[in-house]
């Protein structure tokens, strides 16, 4: 296996259809990316574990989809409007802007935690240790400046009459203020979860490192409502699913790791990331965050309504604890491709790309390629109507055999079936296995069998 880096990833998502660069055409949009047709159909296969391991599969969940744009007197309750910010700094020599705590822990390589100091702290570590610029070498930056990261609009017809609401920087609050709505439709009873998958949007400072920090992202939220009491147990639980999930994205328990807070929010009383070892270094795909009865507090004060519980069984009225579990689905997409992506010397000395994507996320399971194109292209398109009823697949028929098979390696589909002049009296496939290269003859009868199978 070659070692990785993130310039050959970047080149071969774009070269591939998995990533583009945003509004590409015009230059671009500093970190905005568009998911081409392998990246959907990635994403959505992720989605779809995602949701089976936490809504569909698991007793008392249920998922919703909240709107965007929401009353603004959410983010005052949330906390957002008065301090969701990050500290930034400009250059004074090259103009360029950026996040003290990222400067701090990229200069001390990660030996210096900024999330324990205070601004002042964060001023002194940077004047002292004279910490560069990452693009002009100098150290001559200006005072930390708090920058609050809600992306803000208007609604209203005249100017007169408009109002300031906000762009939902997380995904959570739609669950928190949907909570009494779910129970009572559902009829359920604490502990129970709600899950969604939806856009979010930080107007933030980006360092780049492709997709993994975007001003649009979407997030795949899980909170769990809970007694007290017993709030440390699921805890617990959900740390070991999010370790689980990303393993049942094919990511070996190795490159993961636990990373728990040493500075927690006021509110909170336990807080743990799960980190994966991407080509750039350890960073978070996943939190997972103990946080108390805190948010249904907020929001029981600043609307007014009641947000308490009532337990059937013991008449009691409280507010339930919130576990919340909350991934990065763009982030979860990158350490699958950073994962999978690899240049392999074979034994004749040619290298290939491949992306090793296991069966069930890969964007293609099957590619149906004829042989020649000339007298196999009609049974091989029968071929591929038949099985595209059943799973996601391309055809192929331009270039040899042999270019056809590097494509689909390259972007990593698990199988491919020839059509040869053999099908047409035996009714027999070449079935070729991406990873192995082995090859195995198959009656098309048994084709769809022996592909389920491999997905499973």
């Known amino acids: 296996m070659a070692e990785k ?16 660069p945003g509004s590409e055409i015009y230059g671009g949009l500093a970190n905005s990316w568009d998911y081409g047709p392998l990246g959907i159909e990635l994403k959505n296969n992720i989605k779809k574990i995602w949701w089976e391991k936490f809504v569909q599969n698991r007793e008392n969940s249920y998922g919703i989809d909240c709107a965007i744009l929401m009353n603004p007197r959410v983010w005052e309750a949330s906390g957002h409007v008065a301090s969701f910010s990050d500290p930034l700094v400009d250059c004074k020599e090259c103009k360029a802007r950026f996040r003290a705590d990222n400067l701090i822990s990229d200069f001390s390589n990660h030996s210096v935690n900024p999330d324990l100091m205070t601004r002042e702290e964060m001023s002194k570590y940077l004047e002292e240790n004279h910490v560069p610029c990452p693009l002009c070498k100098k150290s001559n930056f200006t005072p930390i400046r708090e920058f609050n990261l809600l992306f803000q609009t208007h609604r209203g017809v005249t ?51 492709f997709t993994f920090r975007q001003i649009e992202f979407e997030q795949m939220e899980y909170q769990f409502f ?41 509110y909170a009383k336990a807080a743990c990331d799960v980190y994966y070892e991407f080509p750039f270094g350890w960073d978070e795909v996943n939190g997972i965050h103990n946080r108390t009865n805190y948010d249904l507090t907020r929001h029981q004060e600043y609307s007014g309504k009641s947000m308490q519980y009532l337990d059937p069984v013991t008449n009691e009225k409280f507010i339930p604890y919130v576990i919340e579990n909350s991934y990065g689905l763009d982030r979860a997409i990158l350490a699958v491709i950073c994962n999978s992506y690899d240049r392999e010397k074979l034994p004749d000395g040619e290298e290939r790309e491949i992306m090793r994507i296991i069966p069930r996320l890969a964007p293609f399971k099957v590619a149906v390629l004829p042989l020649i194109k000339k007298d196999l292209a009609e049974k091989a398109h029968e ?51 991406r990873d192995t290269m082995e090859q195995i003859r198959l009656p098309i009868s048994e084709l769809k069998a022996h592909i389920k199978s491999i997905i499973e």
């Open 159 to 209: 100017k007169e009459s408009q109002q300031d609401i906000y762009l939902r920087p997380e995904t959570a609050q739609g669950e928190y203020v949907n909570f009494l709505n779910v129970q009572r439709t559902m009829r359920a009873k604490v502990p129970f979860g709600i899950g969604q998958i939806g856009k979010a949007f930080r107007n933030e400072i980006t360092p780049g490192n």
């Open 226 to 266: 809970c007694h007290e009491g017993e709030d440390e147990k699921y805890y617990q639980e959900f740390k070991q699913k999010s370790k689980e999930f990303f393993m049942a994205l094919g990511i070996p328990e190795n490159k993961l790791k636990f990373h728990d807070h040493d500075k927690l929010a006021f």
């Open 5 to 20: 880096n993130m310039e050959q990833i970047v080149a071969h998502c774009k070269n591939t259809g998995f990533i583009f």
């Open 383 to 433: 071929l591929f109507a038949d099985l595209a009823k059943d799973f996601r697949t391309t055809y192929d028929e331009t270039g040899s055999i042999g270019k056809r098979y590097r494509r689909q390696d390259q972007i990593g589909t698990p199988l491919c079936v020839t059509v040869d002049y053999d099908t047409l009296n035996d009714n027999c496939v070449t079935v070729r296995d």
